[in-house]
């Protein structure tokens, strides 16, 4: 039976390793620690391991795995930021992602915007303390905006599925061309949309995709949505503007800091940078942890994907071989 060691793995993830694995033929080793290098000796005999997206992999740790014979790394995520992906093929590691359903993303990243639009931060803190006046500003009709969408996969395309039951106008820019949609230069997205969302990988290429630059170039009172990467915005320059009024609003499931500050309990105390504690003072801004992707049907394509991605590279190296 084909082994494999499950790091970084949550109950309910440990739960579903135990019941899809022998299904497949494997036997999970299972810990609820990052891999580092004091565990890498839990992966000794078995040349594929899964990894989550919560903790960095150091270089140092690859080194440890490498060495305890670990070829493959499964990551259940799809994106490889938290892996020093180089490394790890320089020293024989292959490192590969997992696909799961969109539809959770999608379905939180319109729940985000309909909320920043709305004003629902404000409407809900207001009716906490059982302040039941309307807002003294009015909402938006989505159909009455232009939603410009930047990335074009799986859940960019997911978005703009569900984009289009509200009548709304959609710019799409990315490497695919969104069908029925205005598929435009990304200079045009951000100086016509009243409402950007992001869903572009992250990579050198798209590092600060909206930095100061790109962000002055964008409508007056126009809204950013971020349910991709941290890194795809300027941290720096998303505040100037927010605080300046420039921008209307943001909602980001994202933060290019949130290492180290999302997953935990930081209420007893003030966590992260001055920059998160300026967004989380402005009332126009939403933050959420990283948390568009945690839906059941994405957790069990997550393992089940990370199973399969294992079985495949063994069989591969067994044919190569």
Not at 61 to 78: K, P, Q
Not at 115 to 134: E, K
Not at 290 to 301: K, N, P, Q, V
């Amino acid at each position: 039976m084909t082994g494999i060691t499950v790091y970084g793995c949550e109950h309910d993830e440990a739960a579903l390793f135990h019941e899809l694995a022998p299904r497949y033929g494997v036997r999970p080793v299972v810990t609820g620690l990052p891999a580092s290098t004091a565990n890498a000796d839990l992966s000794q005999g078995n040349r594929c391991i899964s990894v989550g997206h919560k903790a960095e992999i150091a270089g140092s740790t690859l080194l440890a795995l490498s060495r305890a014979g670990v070829r493959y790394i499964s990551t259940r995520s799809v994106g490889y930021d938290h892996i020093d992906v180089d490394h790890a093929e320089s020293l024989g590691i292959s490192v590969g992602n997992v696909d799961y359903s969109p539809d959770g993303v999608a379905d939180y990243t319109v729940m985000l915007l309909l909320m920043v639009v709305r004003d629902a931060r404000s409407v809900i803190s207001r009716a906490d303390v059982q302040d039941y006046r309307l807002n003294p500003t009015r909402g938006r009709d989505l159909r009455d905006l232009v939603v410009g969408v930047v990335g074009t996969g799986r859940i960019g395309s997911a978005v703009i599925e569900r984009l289009r039951g509200f009548g709304c106008q959609v710019l799409t820019h990315g490497r695919r061309v969104g069908a029925g949609t205005g598929h435009v230069s990304l200079d045009e997205v951000l100086r016509r949309s009243d409402v950007v969302t992001l869903h572009t990988p992250l990579d050198p290429e798209t590092y600060h995709l909206l930095d100061a630059e790109r962000i002055g170039r964008m409508k007056q009172g126009a809204i950013i949505v971020n349910t991709g990467r941290g890194g795809l915005v300027d941290t720096k320059a998303l505040v100037a503007a927010l605080e300046a009024g420039r921008l209307g609003g943001a909602a980001l499931d994202v933060l290019e800091d949130e290492k180290g500050i999302f997953y935990a309990d930081h209420s007893a105390g003030t966590a992260g940078s001055d920059l998160l504690s300026r967004l989380h003072r402005l009332p126009n801004v939403l933050i959420s942890p990283h948390t568009a992707y945690y839906t059941e049907r994405a957790l069990s394509d997550t393992v089940e994907h990370s199973i399969v991605n294992c079985l495949k590279f063994e069989s591969e190296e067994e044919w190569t071989g």
